[in-house]
Structure formats: C-alpha cells, structure tokens
C-alpha cells in the first residue's frame, strides 16, 4: 500500500517490482484511485512484468476523462463536442472549452452572460472552481490547473433544507452502482456526502437515460461517475467523472455489501479528531 503517482520514485517502483517477481505464481492487480498521466508512466513498468490494471487505457482516459467532453472547444467551434455526437438532446450548461485567455474573453462574450464559471476540465469535488463576474477576471486567470471550461452560472433547484439538489449517478464498468441516483450534500462547490435523493422520479428516469446513452457509448472498463443539478424540474449534466472513482464509491459499495436491503443511509465526508470517540460522533450524527 503505498501512495503512488507524481511522488512515485525508482526505490518504490524497485521494491514493487520485486514483490512481484518474486512471487511468480500469483497475480497482481493495480487499482488507481484515478488514472493519471503520471500514474501510467510507471503503471507501464508493471505491465510488463504481467501486472494487470484495473480500468480505463491512457487514450481513453484522453477522450472520454474529463469535462471538456461536454463542450465545443474554442479553437475549433464547428467541431461539435463528444457529448454532441452521442446525444446532441442531453441538456447541459452553455460553455465552451478554452485553452488560452484570448480564448477565455471570447467564450465569455458568446456564452452571454454577467456570470459565468470557471471548471479545470481535470479538477474534481469543486477544487478550482471559481465564479466570475468581471472580465478582468478573466483577463488574470493563469491556468492552474490546465484547459478549462466556461459555462453560464445556472439558476439551481433546492431541496426542502435548502441545499442545492445535485444528484449523481455512478458506475463500475457498464454496470450502475448501489442507489442509482443520490444526492450529493452540497456546500457552496464543494461536497460534503451523500444522501438518497430528493428528486422527483421523472427527475431520475431522464438522468439514466442520459447515463445510460453515455455508458453505452464510452464502453467505460472501470469506475466513474455523472454529476447532474437540478435546474427548473430538470436534469443538467454539469460533471464528468470518468476514469476514476470518487468520494460515492467507497459508501456505495459498503451499503451493497453489508447493509439490510431497504435500508436509508447518509455518508459524510469528515475525518473525526482523534481525541472524538465513536459514541459522541454517533450521537452528534444523529443531530
């Protein structure tokens, strides 16, 4: 168990290759939590000495792993996006793809809109996402994080508590996982746990048709996962998880496996300090 992609260095990757070598009659299988460029660099070593790995290629990963599938791409706007040429009916944000600043101010003045979002298309759970008003904004925006894209800021749908209905679908292979839709527990960007969702089942029936049509079409050979918000009653893809998995994974597949059938459930995403004993978080849980 080690923790490996960019910090990966040639002793590790050593004591690996030894580890398996030496045991000639077992099998290995490497299971990244995502795949990465750098996670492929030194995933190929393995490879070679027979080590299986678990889901997605790298070219797949660079056609269908990330969120500018759903967009056109600023360089080449009569090139429809990867969502188009699936379904060209499944609702999404109006954005665009972009790579430069140039590119940024002119998908701004298309899109229409005071206020826009700025998504690194490799970002996950919120990280890097920014909400612009101002041109200038866009103007000092460095790219952080690599190409980005720019959407329209949508006017979203609440549950009953007040908290933005944002429901996920997620999957191993080809096959849904768990609960098929829930809700992710929202706080500002970022998300803080699951929960059964509050959607309606109209709501529902046309977000897996939507993931439906997109499984069918990437042939996905690991995990991932589909973000939706809810705008006006209806579902708006607005996140790709391709080619990794993520923070419903993990609950998902605890629930599946050990949880009475029927049963409701909430994941939180909290690490307790150590000093907090399991009867207190309990207790304040139940809260």
Same mark, same amino acid.
């Given at each position: 168990s080690f923790c490996l992609d960019e910090d990966i260095?040639?002793?590790?990757?050593?004591?690996?290759?030894?580890?398996?070598?030496?045991? +000639? !009659?077992?099998?290995? #299988?490497?299971?990244?939590? &995502?795949?990465?460029?750098?996670? =492929?660099?030194?995933?190929?070593?393995?490879?070679?000495?027979?080590?299986?790995?678990?889901?997605?290629?790298?070219?797949?990963?660079?056609?269908?792993?990330?969120?500018?599938?759903?967009?056109?791409?600023?360089?080449?706007?009569?090139? +429809? !996006?990867?969502?188009? #040429?699936?379904?060209?009916? &499944?609702?999404?944000?109006?954005? =665009?793809?972009?790579?430069?600043?140039?590119?940024?101010?002119?998908?701004?003045?298309?899109?229409?809109?005071?206020?826009?979002?700025?998504k690194p298309i490799l970002g996950s759970a919120g990280d890097g996402i920014i909400f612009v008003s101002d041109e200038e904004v866009l103007r000092l925006y460095g790219f952080p994080q690599g190409d980005v894209v720019l959407e329209e800021k949508l006017t979203l749908d609440t549950a009953s508590d007040g908290i933005v209905l944002s429901p996920a679908v997620h999957y191993m292979k080809t096959q849904l996982l768990g609960d098929e839709v829930v809700d992710q527990i929202m706080v500002g960007v970022k998300y803080m746990g699951w929960r059964e969702s509050a959607v309606p089942t109209t709501f529902k029936k046309t977000a897996l048709r939507y993931t439906h049509k997109l499984i069918q079409a990437i042939k996905p050979q690991g995990p991932g996962g589909f973000d939706f918000l809810s705008v006006g009653g209806l579902p708006v893809l607005t996140d790709v998880n391709t080619g990794r998995f993520n923070g419903a994974h993990q609950p998902k597949l605890f629930s599946e496996m050990y949880a009475p059938e029927g049963s409701h459930w909430y994941c939180w995403k909290f690490k307790p300090p150590e000093n907090l004993d399991v009867h207190t978080f309990w207790r304040r849980l139940q809260e």
């Open positions: 260095d040639d002793n590790v990757l050593a004591t690996i290759k030894t580890l398996v070598a030496g045991n +000639p !009659s077992d099998q290995f #299988l490497l299971i990244p939590y &995502i795949a990465t460029e750098h996670f =492929y660099r030194w995933a190929g070593e393995l490879k070679e000495l027979g080590v299986n790995v678990y889901g997605e290629d790298a070219d797949w990963i660079t056609k269908f792993g990330h969120k500018g599938i759903l967009h056109r791409h600023m360089s080449n706007l009569d090139q +429809p !996006s990867v969502l188009e #040429l699936i379904d060209s009916k &499944i609702r999404v944000a109006k954005g =665009y793809t972009c790579s430069t600043t140039q590119q940024l101010l002119e998908a701004y003045r298309l899109i229409g809109s005071k206020e826009v979002v700025i």
